[in-house]
């Protein structure tokens, strides 16, 4: 079942220009196929789907071109970090990433699969992450990894 959604929702990307997560289970609902929004989210993580601009501000789901050789999950958060936020900061023993729209569940997702140890857990919104953290210095560490400034 998981391999012929998984297939149709490459097909329905390729066809047509869907560019939400909820779109996407509307298009797969009508294909018969009874999904969750969490079912779609994984998809979407598992099929290493992107976003892509289409012109005019627009964006749509797209597959993610193939390298010859695999990005660490680190190197994975990096890319996107460098490509889909627009800030970040910290207070306290929390750090906040403000993503470009529509794009916080998926640098969450690689922030998740980096396993970075001091991140106790993360919560992403439409446009904005929560990463919780031990402590302040931690924080601080943290925002200067994601930002670059520092190697892990």
């Known amino acids: 079942m998981k391999k012929e959604r998984q297939q149709a929702i490459k097909e329905l990307i390729e066809q047509k220009n ?11 609902e009508k294909l018969g196929f009874k999904v969750t929004q969490a079912t779609v989210s994984r998809d979407i993580n598992d ?10 501000g627009q964006y749509r789901y797209s597959v993610m071109p193939q390298s010859k050789r695999r990005l660490s999950p680190l190197e994975e958060l990096y890319s996107l970090m460098k490509t889909l936020t627009v800030s970040l900061d910290y207070a306290g023993n929390t ?8 794009m916080a569940q998926a640098v969450c997702a690689k922030l998740d699969a980096a396993a970075l140890p001091q991140v106790v857990g993360t919560l992403a ?8 953290v031990r402590t302040h210095e931690d924080a601080a560490r943290l925002a200067d990894v994601l930002s670059g400034e520092t190697a892990e």
């Not at 750090?95 to 529509?102: A, D, E």
């Open 18 to 28: 869907i560019d939400t997560q909820q779109g996407l289970k509307a298009e797969l």
């Open 47 to 56: 099929m290493g789907l992107v976003k892509v601009l289409r012109g005019q």
């Open 95 to 102: 750090v906040v990433i403000k993503c470009q729209t529509g």
């Open 125 to 132: 919104g439409d446009d904005t992450i929560f990463v919780l």
